[in-house]
């Protein structure tokens, strides 16, 4: 796999040599139009001779600056108590309130024995037995390491030779033509100044594009971690929550409790978990931001 660096690299050079091929095809064209202008003069075969027959080139160096980044990265880990969770059959038994009817002397004699007696209602503790499926949580301790980037902006130069066309003094021969040359003349150098004006555009473009990548690539990775510890999350408190609701129908309150008590120290450690992936992601972002703002020219 490349690294930012030299894919950052290969993104320059690729669009400087482009450039550069525009340059030549602006020069080849034009000397074919001059030696339509000539008509007649000699004509030589090589390009830069058609145009140096006519025109005093110069070279002028053009350079263009511009920072890019420097990709290190920065690993960080995460170390958290995973649940894991399997379901064990249990019998549960617990004692209910209920109400039977019991024979009771509601009129004593006072010479002893009952006068009347009746059935009256009588609370008494009956014990149930219950038979479902409990979550038992085990913890795995887990440590995902995260590489975060680390990014400087380092400078890089570019520089180029740009021709630069002076019409020479024409002979008599050609001195009609003068003005088409001179008009030549300055569409070669308007075509040149707008190929690096693309040149530049274009640079900034893909350069952009490039970091905009690299910097989707970690956090759908990161993203693709977050992924996996919510499901595995979400999957032990379903059971919780299904195990209390199975045991709040059938009065099962002290073992409710202490279902609702684990269930509650889980759904606290998930919060604080995604709290730092979120964290993360987010620092990703800043730096994404921050880094394509910078990339000037």
Not at 54 to 67: A, C, P, Q, R, Y
Not at 89 to 115: A, H, Q
Not at 201 to 214: C, M, P, R
Request: hydrophobic share 35%.
């Amino acid at each position: 796999m490349e690294t930012p660096r030299i894919k950052i690299e290969e993104i320059v050079e690729t669009l400087k040599a482009q450039f550069q091929q525009k340059i030549e095809e602006i020069k080849q064209s034009s000397a074919r139009e001059m030696d339509e202008i000539e008509d007649g003069n000699p004509d030589p075969s090589q390009v830069e001779a058609i145009l140096n027959f006519t025109f005093d080139i110069k070279w002028k160096t053009t350079s263009i600056k511009f920072d890019v980044p420097q990709f290190s990265m920065k690993t960080e880990s995460i170390k958290f108590d995973l649940p894991e969770i399997r379901m064990e059959t249990e019998s549960i038994k617990f004692d209910v309130p209920r109400t039977r009817m019991v024979l009771k002397c509601v009129i004593k004699n006072p010479f002893g024995g009952c006068v009347m007696k009746t059935k009256v209602p009588e609370v008494y503790m009956h014990t149930v037995e219950i038979k479902t499926d409990i979550p038992k949580i085990t913890s795995k301790l887990v440590e995902i390491k995260l590489d975060l980037p680390e990014i400087r902006m380092e400078p890089v130069e570019i520089k180029i030779d740009l021709p630069q066309f002076y019409l020479k003094k024409l002979d008599a021969q050609i001195e009609e033509q003068e003005e088409k040359a001179r008009k030549l003349s300055n569409q070669m150098t308007s075509e040149i100044s707008a190929e690096e004006t693309k040149f530049r555009f274009n640079l900034q473009k893909e350069l952009s594009s490039e970091i905009d990548k690299l910097f989707e690539d970690m956090i759908n990775e990161l993203l693709l971690q977050r992924e996996g510890i919510c499901k595995q999350y979400d999957d032990a408190i379903a059971k919780m929550k299904s195990s209390i609701k199975t045991l709040k129908e059938n009065n099962a309150n002290d073992k409710v409790k202490e279902l609702e008590a684990q269930l509650d120290k889980i759904v606290k450690d998930y919060s604080n978990i995604l709290n730092e992936f979120d964290s993360s992601l987010q620092q990703i972002y800043d730096q994404k931001a921050t880094t394509i703002a910078d990339l000037n020219f």
